[in-house]
RNA sequence: GGGCGCAUAGCUCAGUUGGUUAGAGCACUGCUCUUACAAAGCAGGGGUCGACAGUUCGAGUCUGUCUGUGCCCA
């Protein structure tokens, strides 16, 4: 500690050099920086303590900060912060992820500029260039969490790509492969003509989109029949028309041949149960290959499939059409099927859902393609029953009903993608047919005529293993012993299917049904503070880097956890950072003042009876505060305890128990000052404690001056003493209520804040009888000397208030005051006053409830008379 | 189209099993640089809890309908 040199550091020694403003910048790094060297965010797998493990939701590689991750870096740091101090072998893992698209896009994009593509490149050299970039410019997000003050452990940062994990990856394929969990087979899937690649079912955004409906008439005379279409280019891939069986209306057509427009084709007319009578004309096109219905019609009916499309969505065949994109080909279609007069009916714009590539937003094709799959039902069920069974619990419960919606209806899972940037495929093909999935152990067939599968596996799949694949699995090692299951998964509510369920899937198959988290806690979306969602196209994205050094991290952290209520989505604005700032600078002046007065915690502390009441009272509250605090952590109840942090800090410590401990510390009585010194560096040192897990960096400037302590990383989180007394706790909230009442008197007469007014005060025989002297210095009211004339009284609390205005009272000021009062008063008189009135309430009401009501009718009705005296008592305007 | 949620102060949000005068932050008004802090202190104003009906001795809280709004799924 004593090359410790930091500001507050130095001012202890010399108090007067203290900053009277807390900069963030000038602690921030340095501390960061110390508690990495130290080693206090690594965790020991051979320790004795018991384990507390998080795992990061691995951000992208090609990512960077944004408060979204802010947001849950804070609370995921907070409860490894505070398990850590509680003495827990606290592990926060971090890393990254590959992330296929996003990684293989940016380096194809750079390729770009070179007028280059992958292809000129070739497989293996392209990837080296992916890795290349990697190196270069990947994790910018690691050195945003550094300045965020994320507490995690980066000896063991991990990211999917690297060999271990990879070796997860493979091992996992070989194993569902074995178990005949994973298949390869052709089906229609979301193809993006953009990214050139499947994308699974959630990959696919659906927004309503203007396109058009167009009826077609198919055939001749009689044997016509109109379907209606919103894309009309596909079908040139049509091979039938299908109606409903019991639709009479085609009953005498069902079985026959009509002529497919524009290609001279002649397909069938099918029936078929799916088809809803009720739409359009009650007939469809099927175009097995480019829709997800038409390719079942197709499969029941044994249609052919022709594709149509090439993997850029450009029509491949038919003549004219041929070299057409997607769009192009409708409207020439259209166009030409108007000149046969075949168009009945054209609606525009007609308004339906489209699917979208969530990376790209490209209208996703649908594409009959080989693909890989995971059969998920009997993962899905575990997943299901975990949770359902309580093995697993979902915080806020409300999100619980998305997840059990989402994994009882699972459809097989697209893994393949067809990247270069991801884990291929471990399965080889022979010349003969032979198909051999390798497992990690194998060796890969060699040979003629021997190749790998070409695709990658879904990003997500190697996501799905991160629990246990980043402690080392299919290694058993120590970390896995000591650190699987882990405790706690934090992330946002928008990747419960991508990413939550997936990790339960793998978790619960790789790892003997031990599931990989006791808890899920999920988190809302950050948003601006007008409550709306942050985008580029609107403008309202914010940086939180910026706000760092605007306001400093802990200010932007404060702000994040202050608004984290469960399930719910977070506005923040800039005004609500600059707040938090404020309570970190007032924090920073609170323990400033603290040091100058030589607040200690060294020595026991005084024992009950040399304790004053308001010491009594303000070490009660702080264990209330602490037990408080405890309970919304086990509940994940941030926004609440850090509410409860705030309002103990500024409004009672700060507020009231400061102002009242500079009477014993300027006074003359040695013990009381000494006691109070004790107290008050007491109170600081567990407030610091409490808020550490939040706002790290302030907290731990100023402790470690306070206490000389090493670090609050590895402070001892407070445990409640067991102290209380609800007697000092009344008593001083009778001294503030009083004080209180002063004040309001001395501002509703125009009193400046700092003018001294003599008073009379009599307080004997009243609860707060040992506080005149707390009375007269923050009520402003010096003692009454010779010729003191009261201008005023009244009384409150059972105290007398007598002050001398020296005739200057504002006769009109105090009986607004007064009869505002006695208004409030009187409502809460009549309001209780017809609750007792009522035999139904006497009858049926909670006993507790009536004495209730009965205390607060005689507490008003007192008050009434008091301020109808002081109100008879002026003279009348 | 199906499902879920929300509607409380100017703004953003808390309000536990129905029972104090419905709270907070920010914003707002007045007075103050009172020797920790003007990034502050002290005091204050502001809401018929979306609408209508119902249950109840009693409804911001429970039920139904409506209106508005958001999200998920198809």
Not at 514 to 542: E, W, Y
Not at 583 to 600: D, S, V
Request: glycine share 8%.
């Amino acid at each position: 500690m004593t090359e410790n040199t930091t500001p507050a550091a130095a001012a202890a020694e010399q108090p007067q050099a203290l900053p009277s403003q807390y900069t963030p910048a000038e602690v921030e790094g340095k501390l960061y920086e110390r508690w990495v060297a130290a080693g206090w965010f690594e965790a020991d797998a051979k320790s004795d303590k018991p384990p507390y493990t998080i795992v990061i939701p691995p951000p992208n590689v090609t990512g960077q900060l944004h408060l979204g991750h802010a947001f849950q870096h804070t609370l995921m740091d907070a409860l490894t912060r505070r398990k850590r101090m509680q003495g827990f072998e606290a592990l926060w893992l971090p890393g990254m992820d590959h992330a296929g698209i996003a990684t293989q896009n940016v380096v194809e994009r750079e390729l770009a500029k070179e007028g280059k593509s992958r292809h000129d490149l070739g497989r293996e050299a392209f990837v080296d260039r992916v890795w290349q970039w990697k190196e270069e410019y990947g994790g910018r997000i690691l050195g945003q969490m550094r300045r965020l003050g994320d507490g995690v452990d980066w000896s063991r940062e991990r990211f999917t790509m690297d060999e271990g994990l990879s070796r997860a990856v493979q091992t996992i394929f070989k194993r569902l492969y074995d178990d005949e969990l994973i298949y390869r087979a052709e089906r229609i899937i979301n193809w993006c003509p953009r990214c050139l690649t499947a994308i699974s079912d959630i990959e696919v955004e659906h927004q309503d989109d203007e396109g058009e409906l167009v009826s077609i008439r198919y055939g001749e005379g009689d044997a016509s029949i109109v379907v209606a279409t919103t894309r009309a280019e596909t079908m040139l891939g049509d091979t039938a028309v299908a109606v409903h069986p019991s639709d009479e209306r085609y009953a005498h057509l069902v079985g026959t041949e009509i002529e497919l427009p524009l290609t001279g084709r002649r397909i069938p007319i099918v029936a078929d149960e799916h088809v809803d009578p009720e739409f359009g004309t009650g007939a469809v096109k099927v175009t097995p290959a480019h829709d997800p219905n038409d390719f079942e019609i197709g499969r029941r009916h044994d249609l052919p499939m022709p594709t149509i499309m090439n993997e850029r969505a450009i029509v491949t065949a038919h003549g004219p059409f041929e070299g057409l994109d997607r769009y192009e080909a409708r409207f020439a279609i259209v166009a030409a099927l108007r000149e046969q007069g075949r168009i009945v009916a054209e609606k525009r714009p007609y308004t339906h859902a489209v699917g979208h590539c969530s990376r790209c937003k490209t209208t996703v094709e649908p594409r009959l393609s080989m693909q890989w799959w995971v059969r998920v039902e009997p993962l899905a069920k575990a997943a299901g029953d975990a949770v359902r069974d309580g093995r697993v619990a979902i915080h806020p419960q409300e999100l619980a009903g998305r997840y059990f919606a989402w994994v009882d209806n699972m459809h097989d899972w697209c893994i393949s993608r067809q990247l270069w940037w991801g884990h291929r495929i471990p399965v080889w093909y022979g010349p003969n047919g032979e198909t051999v999935c390798v497992g990690p152990n194998d060796e890969a067939p060699t040979g003629e005529g021997w190749t790998q599968d070409t695709d990658v596996l879904d990003t997500w799949f190697s996501s799905g293993l991160w629990p246990f694949s980043t402690l080392g699995w299919p290694e058993q090692t120590a970390d896995l012993a000591k650190f699987y299951p882990t405790d706690v998964l934090l992330t946002g509510h928008d990747i419960i299917f991508f990413w939550v369920a997936r990790m339960m899937m793998f978790g619960l198959y790789a790892m003997d049904g031990r599931a990989p988290f006791h808890t899920i806690t999920l988190t809302g979306l950050v948003r601006d503070q007008f409550g709306k969602k942050m985008s580029k196209s609107f403008g309202n994205v914010v940086d939180p880097i910026d706000w760092m050094d605007a306001y400093g991290t802990d200010a932007l952290r404060f702000t994040l956890a202050r608004g984290a209520n469960p399930g719910t989505d977070v506005p923040i604005g800039e005004d609500w950072v600059q707040g938090s700032r404020n309570f970190c600078n007032k924090i920073w002046n609170a323990t400033r003042f603290a040091l100058m007065n030589g607040a200690t915690v060294e020595g026991p502390m005084p024992a009950a009876e040399h304790l004053s009441a308001t010491d009594r009272w303000i070490l009660s509250r702080l264990d209330a505060v602490v037990a408080e605090v405890d309970a919304y952590y086990e509940d994940y109840q941030f926004a609440k305890l850090s509410d409860t942090l705030f309002h103990f800090a500024w409004d009672e410590v700060f507020d009231w128990y400061v102002e009242l401990a500079k009477l014993p510390l300027n006074g003359d009585d040695e013990a009381a000052a000494q006691a109070t010194r004790r107290v008050l560096g007491h109170v600081l040192d567990v407030t610091l404690r409490l808020l550490h897990p939040i706002v790290p960096f302030v907290t731990e400037e100023l402790w470690t001056t306070l206490t000389g302590g090493e670090s609050l990383v590895v402070a001892a989180w407070p445990a409640p003493s067991g102290f209380a007394d609800p007697a000092a706790e009344a008593e001083i909230t009778t001294l503030r209520q009083v004080i209180t009442e002063v004040r309001r008197f001395r501002s509703d007469q125009g009193l400046k804040p700092g003018q001294r007014v003599p008073a009379n005060i009599s307080l004997a025989g009243t609860a707060i009888a040992a506080h005149e002297a707390a009375l007269r210095q923050l009520a402003r009211c010096t003692p009454a000397g010779e010729g003191f004339s009261a201008t005023t009284s009244f009384p409150v609390a059972g105290a007398l208030i007598e002050l001398d205005l020296s005739g200057a009272i504002d006769f009109a000021a105090e009986r607004k005051r007064l009869s505002k009062d006695l208004a409030e008063a009187e409502k809460v008189r009549d309001v209780n006053t017809r609750k007792l009135g009522n035999a139904g309430f006497l009858a049926k009401a909670a006993p507790d409830v009536v004495e209730k009501v009965r205390e607060k009718l005689a507490g008003a009705e007192a008050d009434i008379a008091r301020i109808r005296g002081q109100l008879d008592r002026l003279p009348s305007a």
